[in-house]
C-alpha cells in the first residue's frame, strides 16, 4: 500500500485534508498530528525542521511516498531544508510539498486592488514566506501580514465557539487593516483558523474576501498529480482514510471529529519528543 500521507502538528492540517479527501476520494491516507508537541508556531526553525523531519521520516517508514505538510509553520520553517537537503539522500521518488506555494500560485486571482493581508501564526508570520512567495508569482501585490498568536490555542483548547475570542480576532484585524485601507483579499494562512471563519467575517470591511487554504491545496494536489503521472499511478486507491496521534488518543478523536466533519477513530503512535 502506498498512501499520501498529510502531516500537521495538531488538528488545523484536517481541514486541508477533508478538502483533499473530497476533491480525491479514490487515494488512501494517513494523517498524522504531532499533538504531543503542537503548537509549532512560537518554535524556532531548527526546532519545528527537526520535529518535521520526524515525522516526514515515520510517514516514509509506512510506504509513503508523497507527503503534504499540511500546516503553514512547518511548510515555513521545515519544507525547503527537507527537499533540499533529505530528500536528495532518501530518494528522488519521494515528494513532500507544502501548502503556501499553492496558495501564492493562486491569491492574484482573488485582488483587484493588488492588496493581500495575510493571518498567521507568529512563526508563519515571521518568516516571511508568504512575502516572499507571493512576490515571487505577483510582483505588483503588496502582501501587510498579521500574526495572530493566540487563535490556535483558543481553537486547540475548543474555545473557539466561545465569545471571548472575538476581542482577538477584531483586535487582531483592525491591526492589520490599520497597515493598508485598500486591502480586498484576506488569506487564512493557518490550517486551524477556517473553525473561525464565520467569527472572521464579522470583523472584516463590507467587499473583502476571505480564503481558506483548504480547496486551493486540494485543487493543487489534484493538478500535481496530473502532471506526474508516474507517482499517481503507484499511489493505492482503497480510499482508506488512518489517523494517527502521538499524543491522547480520546483527545485527538474528539477534536479532531470537529475539523474534519465526520467521525474519527485514531491511533496512537511514538516519536523521539524532544
Known sequence: MCPIGIFDSGYGGLTVFRAIAGKLPQYDYLYLGDNARAPYGNRSFETVYEYTLECVHWFFSQGCELVILACNTASAKALRTIQQKDLPALGSQKRVLGVIRPSAEVIGRFTKTRSVGVLGTKGT???????????????????????????????????????????????????????????????????????????????????????????????SLA???????????????????????????????????????????AQHIHLELK
Open 125 to 219: 508570520v515571521s518568516s516571511g514566506s508568504y512575502v516572499t512567495e507571493i512576490r515571487n508569482f505577483y510582483p505588483d501585490i503588496r502582501v501587510y501580514q498579521q500574526a495572530c498568536p493566540l487563535w490556535v490555542p483558543f481553537i486547540e483548547n475548543g474555545d473557539y465557539r466561545n465569545d471571548g475570542v472575538d476581542y482577538y480576532i477584531q483586535k487582531d484585524l483592525e491591526q492589520l487593516f490599520a497597515q493598508a485601507t485598500d486591502i480586498d483579499t484576506v488569506l487564512l494562512a493557518c490550517t486551524h483558523y477556517p473553525l473561525l471563519e464565520d467569527r472572521i467575517r464579522k470583523y472584516l470591511p463590507a467587499g473583502v474576501s476571505l480564503i481558506a487554504q483548504g480547496p486551493i491545496v486540494a485543487d
Open 223 to 265: 493538478d500535481y498529480l496530473r502532471r506526474h503521472p508516474e507517482l499517481a499511478a503507484s499511489l493505492s486507491t482503497g480510499g482508506r482514510k488512518t489517523f494517527f496521534t502521538t499524543d491522547s488518543v480520546a483527545d485527538f478523536e474528539e477534536h479532531a471529529t470537529q475539523f474534519f466533519g465526520e467521525e474519527v477513530k
